[in-house]
């Protein structure tokens, strides 16, 4: 009994101490990610199996009793990736990976509740992921000296927190977004050395203290108050010369000094561009701004003279033809005057033919007498015509609050994912129901645009094929404009490839083939059956989902055909190593820079590789380059190959593989074969590998199955 009784109290005694000194879980695996992502740095000394860093002290984790607190893992010469799966880390508050070698995007999973985050001096490429946007705590953002890029696609309103903002020395582009506005606790900003377009008087108004905005492309002038600000740098801008604009009416005078500024300097710091007109219309008691007003207003004054002179001689023209009306009832004997007549008995005035006449006779058109002044004369009332759009009938029209319901709000926790188009969130319905919600930026489609985005609806809504990923509802409420597709559990090839964690396992030699196989007859769904036919214009490892079975089904199909201004999107992502060599030059795409793309994809399933990997030596970033000179010597392929298929793979079938991948990415856009003799070249090769029953999916909508003595395999030069 008594030694019992023992065991007992010692089992407590180690259940109370665990309790005790434990971490989180959550926390553990947050950790640990980190460990194995940036590849388990010996300078770091964490234990290799250790499960509490908290109670054992690991170097740079800071814990309050089993939650950690902060991360500060800089200057130490890490390499790697930053890991996914960070938002577990719901007590972290200051995150610090800055000074080291790691490589890749910025995940989209932050830690909610941090205040300090700094990524700077690594080598971090991609863009901002809006995630950020919901940091409702932070206080200092740093991620300068990376190389990210694309424009800056955050929503500034719940920062109001963020006092220290640096983005310098990226390849960020695009103007400023407005809700940086917002920033009212900003006072020091950094955005020196990007690709910034547009203006910066969306900053007047910030409690700034220092500014940095050299060596970008911004234009326009730099507004006055912000040459009042202690430190302020533009220099390498492309700044308009000569007085600024007066400011909109209403707008509340310029204060002789900042708030911050120091006491006692008689100084500031703007010797840009203005600044000499400036001090002289200080001088003179007149400013630039009162001088431009004065010029406006007799614009104005001048233009109201000029209308009344032209509206009283039209009058007098109008009576003229009236007199000669009653005088005879012949035609008019000028051409001129029949001219303007038929204007006048016209009920709708054709404006192209306005514009011409105005331009080549310099006569206004005719006044209605019956008319009065307030019934704006100034316009010319054509009818619009809007088009009428009918929303298709068979997909499902959702509500913003089903969505917010299902999405949880579009919180982060739903967030699966971030494209050029949007991000998109996993919807879950009571029913059971799993819908994956793609919400467009505005950006892409704006707000009011509702009627062009039920057309882009009830064109995608027609395309049909068991690879292709299946439109299944909509939603256009309150210029929000939102795509609902099924939901595949698997995730994306992309995942599979390069997201590596302890429950996913690598795909082996046949499953990339029907992958392949499968997105070839997506696309070639796409080209040639199709009608109109459809250029998918975003092939790429991310967008091919697979499901429980490991089918591909090809996402965001139609979405870049229908867009109108899709191509400038897209355009951003040049660089990304999908995009055909004439893509690059000319931001066009075609069917041939879609084939490019596949057999870029092609290239992922072979050697497991990104197209483009910034963490290589230069000669191997580039993916395409690297690999296409070694396809057809069998011993290099055999190097190519992705180390996690352990050598298991038939080697002929490899090689025919490899085949297929250099005729669809060769550079010259004319000798890719067309998608249909890339599928037939891959079900020849299913076919001989004698793995046709494992691989080829059911009906593909046209992609019809024809044998091996059909001349178009022939044609495609496909090893034996």
């Given at each position: 009994m008594v030694p019992t009784l023992m065991k007992l109290k010692l089992l407590l005694f180690i259940a109370t101490f665990n309790a005790a000194t434990a971490t989180d879980p959550n926390d553990v695996a947050s950790v640990k990610a980190i460990f194995q992502s940036i590849n388990s740095p010996p300078q770091l000394g964490w234990p290799a199996n250790g499960v509490d860093p908290c109670g054992q002290s690991w170097k740079g984790i800071t814990c309050s009793d089993t939650r950690v607190t902060q991360i500060n893992l800089s200057n130490l010469a890490l390499t790697g990736t930053l890991p996914y799966g960070l938002d577990r880390l719901t007590s972290l508050t200051n995150l610090d990976m800055s000074n080291n070698n790691l490589v890749g995007t910025i995940p989209y999973q932050l830690p909610p509740n941090l205040q300090r985050l700094n990524f700077a001096h690594n080598n971090l490429t991609g863009t901002l992921p809006y995630s950020i946007s919901n940091l409702t705590s932070l206080t200092h953002l740093n991620l300068n000296h990376n190389q990210l890029q694309q424009p800056l696609n955050l929503n500034f309103l719940n920062l109001s927190t963020l006092s220290k903002l640096d983005l310098s020395f990226n390849s960020l582009t695009g103007d400023l977004p407005p809700t940086m506005s917002s920033l009212s606790g900003i006072t020091t900003m950094y955005l020196q050395n990007n690709q910034f377009t547009g203006t910066i008087d969306i900053l007047a108004n910030l409690t700034l203290n220092s500014l940095n905005v050299e060596n970008n492309n911004f234009t326009g002038w730099i507004p006055e108050r912000l040459k009042n600000i202690d430190d302020l740098q533009t220099g390498g801008n492309a700044w308009s010369s000569g007085p600024a604009p007066p400011p909109p009416p209403g707008t509340p005078p310029i204060p002789k000094s900042n708030p911050h500024h120091k006491s006692g300097g008689g100084t500031t710091t703007g010797q840009d561009a203005g600044s000499s007109t400036k001090d002289e219309g200080r001088k003179s008691g007149i400013g630039g701004g009162v001088i431009a007003g004065i010029v406006i207003s007799i614009i104005v004054v001048g233009a109201l003279v000029a209308f009344f002179l032209v509206k009283r001689k039209s009058k007098k023209s109008s009576s003229d033809l009236e007199k000669l009306g009653k005088q005879s009832t012949a035609p008019p004997p000028s051409n001129e005057a029949h001219?303007?007549?038929?204007?006048?008995?016209?009920?709708?005035?054709?404006?192209?033919?306005?514009?011409?006449?105005?331009?080549?006779?310099?006569?206004?058109?005719?006044?209605?007498?019956?008319?009065?002044?307030?019934?704006?004369?100034?316009?010319i009332n054509s009818p619009i015509?809007?088009?009428?759009?009918?929303?298709?009938?068979?997909?499902?029209?959702?509500?913003?609050?089903?969505?917010?319901?299902?999405?949880?709000?579009?919180?982060?926790?739903?967030?699966?994912?971030?494209?050029?188009?949007?991000?998109?969130?996993?919807?879950?319905?009571?029913?059971?129901?799993?819908?994956?919600?793609?919400?467009?930026?505005?950006?892409?489609?704006?707000?009011?645009?509702?009627?062009?985005?039920?057309?882009?609806?009830?064109?995608?809504?027609?395309?049909?094929?068991?690879?292709?990923?299946?439109?299944?509802?909509?939603?256009?409420?309150?210029?929000?404009?939102?795509?609902?597709?099924?939901?595949?559990?698997?995730?994306?090839?992309?995942?599979?490839?390069?997201?590596?964690?302890?429950?996913?396992?690598?795909?082996?030699?046949?499953?990339?083939?029907?992958?392949?196989?499968?997105?070839?007859?997506?696309?070639?769904?796409?080209?040639?059956?199709?009608?109109?036919?459809?250029?998918?214009?975003?092939i790429k490892s991310a967008n091919i989902l697979l499901d429980t079975e490991l089918n591909p089904h090809l996402s965001d199909c139609g979405l870049a055909s229908y867009i109108p201004n899709a191509e400038q999107i897209l355009n951003h992502n040049v660089g990304s190593g999908y995009d055909a060599p004439e893509v690059a030059l000319s931001g066009q795409y075609t069917f041939k820079s879609d084939i490019y793309s596949f057999g870029v994809v092609m290239l992922e399933l072979l050697s497991g590789r990104k197209p483009f990997d910034s963490s290589r030596a230069r000669p191997d970033q580039s993916l395409v380059r690297w690999a296409t000179p070694q396809l057809h010597d069998i011993d290099a392929l055999a190097k190519m190959v992705d180390p996690a298929l352990k050598g298991l793979y038939p080697v002929k079938s490899l090689s025919r593989f490899a085949d297929v991948i250099a005729l669809c990415a060769q550079p010259e856009p004319e000798f890719r074969p067309p998608m249909s003799e890339v599928v037939q070249a891959l079900v020849r090769l299913v076919q001989r590998a004698n793995m046709s029953r494992r691989t080829t999916f059911g009906s593909d909508h046209g992609g019809s199955l024809r044998g091996s003595d059909d001349p178009a395999i022939r044609d495609v030069q496909i090893g034996t």
């Amino acid at each position: 009994m008594v030694p019992t009784l023992m065991k007992l109290k010692l089992l407590l005694f180690i259940a109370t101490f665990n309790a005790a000194t434990a971490t989180d879980p959550n926390d553990v695996a947050s950790v640990k990610a980190i460990f194995q992502s940036i590849n388990s740095p010996p300078q770091l000394g964490w234990p290799a199996n250790g499960v509490d860093p908290c109670g054992q002290s690991w170097k740079g984790i800071t814990c309050s009793d089993t939650r950690v607190t902060q991360i500060n893992l800089s200057n130490l010469a890490l390499t790697g990736t930053l890991p996914y799966g960070l938002d577990r880390l719901t007590s972290l508050t200051n995150l610090d990976m800055s000074n080291n070698n790691l490589v890749g995007t910025i995940p989209y999973q932050l830690p909610p509740n941090l205040q300090r985050l700094n990524f700077a001096h690594n080598n971090l490429t991609g863009t901002l992921p809006y995630s950020i946007s919901n940091l409702t705590s932070l206080t200092h953002l740093n991620l300068n000296h990376n190389q990210l890029q694309q424009p800056l696609n955050l929503n500034f309103l719940n920062l109001s927190t963020l006092s220290k903002l640096d983005l310098s020395f990226n390849s960020l582009t695009g103007d400023l977004p407005p809700t940086m506005s917002s920033l009212s606790g900003i006072t020091t900003m950094y955005l020196q050395n990007n690709q910034f377009t547009g203006t910066i008087d969306i900053l007047a108004n910030l409690t700034l203290n220092s500014l940095n905005v050299e060596n970008n492309n911004f234009t326009g002038w730099i507004p006055e108050r912000l040459k009042n600000i202690d430190d302020l740098q533009t220099g390498g801008n492309a700044w308009s010369s000569g007085p600024a604009p007066p400011p909109p009416p209403g707008t509340p005078p310029i204060p002789k000094s900042n708030p911050h500024h120091k006491s006692g300097g008689g100084t500031t710091t703007g010797q840009d561009a203005g600044s000499s007109t400036k001090d002289e219309g200080r001088k003179s008691g007149i400013g630039g701004g009162v001088i431009a007003g004065i010029v406006i207003s007799i614009i104005v004054v001048g233009a109201l003279v000029a209308f009344f002179l032209v509206k009283r001689k039209s009058k007098k023209s109008s009576s003229d033809l009236e007199k000669l009306g009653k005088q005879s009832t012949a035609p008019p004997p000028s051409n001129e005057a029949h001219e303007v007549t038929s204007v006048q008995t016209s009920s709708v005035l054709d404006l192209k033919k306005f514009d011409t006449s105005a331009s080549m006779n310099l006569k206004p058109p005719p006044i209605d007498r019956h008319k009065s002044f307030d019934n704006n004369e100034f316009s010319i009332n054509s009818p619009i015509v809007k088009k009428t759009v009918t929303p298709p009938a068979d997909v499902q029209s959702y509500s913003i609050a089903d969505l917010q319901i299902t999405t949880g709000s579009f919180s982060m926790d739903h967030l699966v994912g971030e494209g050029s188009f949007g991000r998109v969130y996993r919807a879950q319905f009571d029913d059971g129901k799993v819908l994956a919600v793609k919400k467009i930026d505005s950006s892409v489609i704006p707000n009011d645009f509702t009627e062009d985005f039920i057309e882009i609806v009830s064109n995608i809504s027609h395309l049909h094929h068991p690879n292709v990923t299946e439109l299944v509802g909509y939603c256009s409420e309150h210029g929000q404009h939102l795509l609902a597709y099924e939901f595949h559990k698997n995730g994306s090839l992309h995942d599979f490839l390069h997201v590596s964690d302890e429950f996913s396992k690598p795909l082996i030699w046949n499953s990339r083939v029907k992958i392949a196989l499968g997105t070839a007859r997506a696309l070639e769904y796409l080209h040639e059956v199709c009608s109109p036919s459809v250029v998918h214009k975003n092939i790429k490892s991310a967008n091919i989902l697979l499901d429980t079975e490991l089918n591909p089904h090809l996402s965001d199909c139609g979405l870049a055909s229908y867009i109108p201004n899709a191509e400038q999107i897209l355009n951003h992502n040049v660089g990304s190593g999908y995009d055909a060599p004439e893509v690059a030059l000319s931001g066009q795409y075609t069917f041939k820079s879609d084939i490019y793309s596949f057999g870029v994809v092609m290239l992922e399933l072979l050697s497991g590789r990104k197209p483009f990997d910034s963490s290589r030596a230069r000669p191997d970033q580039s993916l395409v380059r690297w690999a296409t000179p070694q396809l057809h010597d069998i011993d290099a392929l055999a190097k190519m190959v992705d180390p996690a298929l352990k050598g298991l793979y038939p080697v002929k079938s490899l090689s025919r593989f490899a085949d297929v991948i250099a005729l669809c990415a060769q550079p010259e856009p004319e000798f890719r074969p067309p998608m249909s003799e890339v599928v037939q070249a891959l079900v020849r090769l299913v076919q001989r590998a004698n793995m046709s029953r494992r691989t080829t999916f059911g009906s593909d909508h046209g992609g019809s199955l024809r044998g091996s003595d059909d001349p178009a395999i022939r044609d495609v030069q496909i090893g034996t």
